[in-house]
């Protein structure tokens, strides 16, 4: 039976990512900015994770991730349809 990984070698493994993915910025051209994009949200996004569930146990971290996301979604339908906060935007268009 192994062991999992030492949660410092995640870390700095999620660290090389995202400096990676800082890096991969100035080669526009050559590398797909999908993936540059990736590389910046999920190396945080996973840290994050990790990082909370060692504080606040898997459960309070997901609790936390769902009224994050059910909390944002409601804003930002609520700023789609109405304008509140930043008012309505008409496209030149």
Same mark, same amino acid.
């Given at each position: 039976?192994?062991?999992?990984?030492?949660? @410092?070698?995640?870390?700095?493994?999620?660290?090389?990512?995202?400096?990676?993915? %800082?890096?991969?910025?100035?080669?526009?051209? @050559?590398?797909?900015?999908?993936?540059?994009?990736?590389?910046?949200?999920?190396?945080?996004?996973?840290?994050?994770?990790?990082?909370?569930?060692?504080?606040? %146990?898997? @459960?309070?971290?997901?609790?936390?991730?769902?009224?994050?996301?059910?909390?944002?979604?409601?804003?930002?339908? /609520?700023?789609?349809?109405?304008?509140?906060?930043?008012? /309505?935007?008409?496209?030149?268009?």
């Amino acid at each position: 039976m192994t062991s999992p990984p030492d949660t @410092r070698v995640v870390y700095w493994a999620l660290i090389g990512f995202y400096a990676a993915a %800082r890096v991969l910025q100035v080669y526009r051209g @050559r590398v797909p900015m999908l993936a540059v994009v990736a590389l910046h949200v999920f190396p945080p996004a996973i840290f994050s994770l990790i990082h909370g569930a060692k504080f606040y %146990r898997w @459960r309070g971290i997901l609790t936390f991730l769902a009224l994050c996301l059910v909390v944002g979604n409601f804003f930002e339908n /609520l700023g789609v349809r109405t304008g509140f906060p930043f008012g /309505l935007t008409t496209s030149p268009m």
